[in-house]
């Protein structure tokens, strides 16, 4: 079955200090994925995507994420965290086998601390 | 920049009740989607259109049900509220299907409670 996991319901950063959020996948085929973060009271916005080429892939707000097809993963990471980072991360999973609907992951919730 | 826009922002409904909740956007795209956001179950689908006049099921249709008679506009409809479908909803839009790759636009949601 196709599935996604984001494994931390929370994750604490100092500000200043690199952040990642990870999220791992199972699908058959080749993964479309997919970060999206909400911040508080508003709808999603789309961050960065991997669909194929280079493995690392680089996003909105100066995000980063990096394919590993061998581990399944891709974790989201900021070199330097702000405050403002503080929000909900989701990711998500095209699924080959559906009509290609998303498959999201359950969130991880990302506080910075200054 | 109007993008995804949902009425009402907040409902509270009698167990019972019915009511609709409205999705417009100004982007001009043929692909709507409506899910649902509850706490540690990420966004679930609803209902979606692939076109004006058309409405699919996703993965939790039951309870509910859509139409899209314009384009720009998708509306999901609670025949008769359940306390299970107290929820976030949101809807949102895209040129193609949500996992083709294109991005997708999100409205700013409905927090919907049922008593």
């Known amino acids: 079955a196709q599935s996604v996991a984001q494994p931390e319901d929370q994750v604490n950063v100092a500000e200043g200090n690199p952040l990642t959020v990870k999220c791992t996948y199972s699908?058959?085929?080749?993964?479309?994925l997919f970060w999206y973060v909400q911040y508080p009271n508003r709808g999603l916005q789309f961050l960065l995507k991997y669909i194929t080429g280079d493995n690392l892939v680089k996003g909105s707000y100066g995000f980063e994420a990096e394919f590993n097809k061998s581990q399944t993963s891709f974790h989201l990471k900021k070199p330097s965290a702000l405050v403002s980072d503080s929000a909900l991360y989701f990711c998500?999973?095209?699924?080959?086998?559906?009509?290609?609907?998303?498959?999201w992951g359950a969130g991880t919730k990302l506080i910075i601390k200054p | 920049n109007a993008g995804v826009t949902q009425t009402p922002k907040f409902r509270v409904l009698k167990t019972g009740q019915s009511m609709t909740l409205l999705c417009a956007q100004d982007?001009?795209?043929?692909?709507m989607y409506w899910y649902r956001q509850d706490p540690g179950m990420g966004l679930r689908l609803i209902h979606y259109s692939v076109g004006e006049g058309t409405t699919a099921k996703g993965e939790v249709p039951d309870g509910y049900n859509v139409s899209r008679l314009k384009k720009q506009n998708f509306l999901l409809g609670l025949e008769s509220a359940a306390p299970s479908q107290t929820s976030v909803y949101f809807c949102a839009s895209s040129t193609h299907r949500d996992g083709s790759g294109n991005t997708i636009y999100f409205g700013e949601g409905s927090w919907l409670t049922v008593v």
């Open positions: 699908v058959s085929g080749n993964p479309y």
């Open positions: 998500a999973v095209r699924d080959m086998g559906s009509n290609y609907q998303l498959i």
């Open positions: 982007m001009n795209h043929e692909y």
